[in-house]
Structure formats: structure tokens, C-alpha cells
């Protein structure tokens, strides 16, 4: 038996990168999974693999940025497995076209990224919450990102997007930690996924050669996998980890470990 045989997972942005590795993977352990996402053609693709790795699979075409479609979510989760015991708040956008200064970014989308990327986050927390509590507890687990805690030059709202996800996953780990609802973060560094690969194709050059230039950057010498990712979802989505809430873990190549000292800011003689 799996380690989440019986279990109910969600996760948002569930088509394409992490999402999909971490979907793919609480399956293997034996969960029945629903994916939302805005690509129903890729989308179903996953949810065919869900159903043949776990114990069901399921695609809700959603734009999660917008609150009925989060409760419609978590409604049809619910019609389909019984319940919810684990979400995985997952979802996220940068564009290429995103690389701005505050004075230059459209107030549309900043309301975009943020929506998205944090409101989301919010919005599928509240309708979800009381299927954990009816299960007797359960897990969220947020995605973050290392730019919640540093940040590079032109990403004004992915960075407070970013910073505002760990504030509310300290905040709503506190305020249901007495309910058995552990809520964490895992804070990535660079990730091979197609928002990562959209990004490295604006660049002049072979992408492949971009993104392993990208993954140099971190201490361990390459980019990270979705699975890299996944790993550490499902081991704070497990009892293994029922001792932690309201911490995040950066799984970021020991990116941030190094600190601004490594590239010379601030540094002294």
C-alpha cells in the first residue's frame, strides 16, 4: 500500500511541470488526484495517467484566479473521491513579458500575477479547508520560490506574490494548527519546466544550453527536476513530517545558502 492509499489530493496547475511531477507521483503513492488547470488538452493527458497510476484521476478545467472556480474545484473533487485531504497549491505565472519596473507594469497585470499566483492560493484554501476538517485534518502545501525570500532585478509582483504566500502559509498554520490542518511551503529554485524553458527561449541561444547555464548558478551544478520538487511535497503532505507547519523548505540546488555574499554584494577585505 502506498503512503497515501485512501487520500484525496488537489492540485492547482496540475498540466504541466511541477504540478504534473507532483500529481504524477502522489498517484504512484497510491492517491486518488484532481488537477486543475486551464489547458484542458494537456490536461487530460495527465488525468489518463493519474487513473492508471493511482487510485483515480481527475481534470477540472479552471481558471483559479477567479473564486467560483475554485469552489467549483473543490465541489467536484469532492463529488468524484468522497473528500480532501491534501492541497497543493501550485499555480503560477511569470511571462516573459512580466520583466518590468513598478512604473511599467500595467496595474492588469499585476492584478494577473497576483490573482494567480497568491489569491488563488487563498481562495482554494478556504473551500478546501472544510473538507480537511472533515477528514479530521490534512495538509496544504504552498509553492513559493526562492524570490519570496530574495529577488532579482524586474519582478515586482512575482517576488510579492511570491513573499505573500509564505506570510499566509505562517498565517493559516497557525490559525488551524489546533484543527490537524499543517499548512508549508517548499520555495524552488530553478526548475526545468515550460514556464522556466518559455523564459530561456527570448534569450539568443540553444534553451537546453540556457537552462543548463541557469542551473551552473546553483551550488549543486544543475537545474532542478519536477520530481526534485515532488519529493519534498509529498514528505510534508505526509505523516513523516506531522510535527512541521508554518516553515517553508527551499529546494533550490543550495541556491540559497550561498548568499548575496557569493556574488560580491556587500562583500569586504
Not at 483515480?56 to 468522497?82: I, M, N, P, W
Not at 547555464?213 to 511535497?233: C, E, L, S, Y
Request: hydrophobic share 45%; aromatic share 6%.
Amino acid at each position: 500500500m502506498g503512503a497515501f492509499e485512501g487520500k484525496v489530493v488537489i492540485v492547482t496547475g496540475g498540466a504541466y511541470g511541477i504540478g504534473r511531477a507532483t500529481a504524477l507521483e502522489f498517484a504512484k503513492a497510491g492517491a486518488a488526484v484532481a488537477i486543475a488547470d486551464v489547458n484542458e488538452a494537456v490536461g487530460r493527458t495527465v488525468e489518463a495517467d493519474l487513473k492508471r497510476l493511482g487510485a483515480g484521476g481527475l481534470l477540472v478545467k479552471a481558471d483559479v484566479a477567479r473564486l467560483e472556480e475554485c469552489r467549483r474545484v473543490v465541489s467536484e473533487t469532492v463529488d468524484a473521491f468522497g473528500g480532501v485531504d491534501v492541497l497543493f497549491n501550485n499555480v503560477g505565472i511569470q511571462s516573459p513579458s512580466s520583466y518590468l519596473n513598478v512604473e511599467d507594469t500595467p496595474e492588469e497585470l499585476w492584478d494577473r500575477i497576483v490573482d494567480v499566483n497568491l489569491k488563488s492560493y487563498y481562495m482554494m484554501s478556504k473551500f478546501a479547508i472544510p473538507e480537511l476538517r472533515k477528514r479530521g485534518g490534512g495538509a496544504i502545501i504552498n509553492t513559493a520560490s526562492v524570490q519570496g525570500l530574495q529577488s532579482q532585478k524586474l519582478v515586482p509582483a512575482y517576488a510579492a506574490s511570491k513573499g505573500g504566500v509564505l506570510s499566509l502559509t505562517r498565517q493559516m498554520a497557525l490559525d488551524y494548527a489546533e484543527e490537524n490542518i499543517r499548512v508549508l511551503a517548499v520555495c524552488p529554485g530553478t526548475i526545468d519546466t515550460e514556464m522556466v524553458r518559455t523564459i530561456a527561449r527570448t534569450e539568443q541561444g540553444d534553451t537546453d544550453q540556457i537552462v543548463a547555464g541557469w542551473g551552473k548558478g546553483h551550488p549543486i551544478g544543475r537545474v532542478g527536476q519536477g520530481t526534485d520538487v515532488a519529493n519534498v511535497v509529498l514528505f510534508l503532505a505526509s505523516d513523516k513530517a506531522s510535527f512541521m507547519t508554518g516553515e517553508h523548505v527551499n529546494v533550490d540546488g543550495g541556491f540559497m545558502a550561498q548568499g548575496a555574499w557569493a556574488t560580491g554584494a556587500g562583500s569586504q577585505d
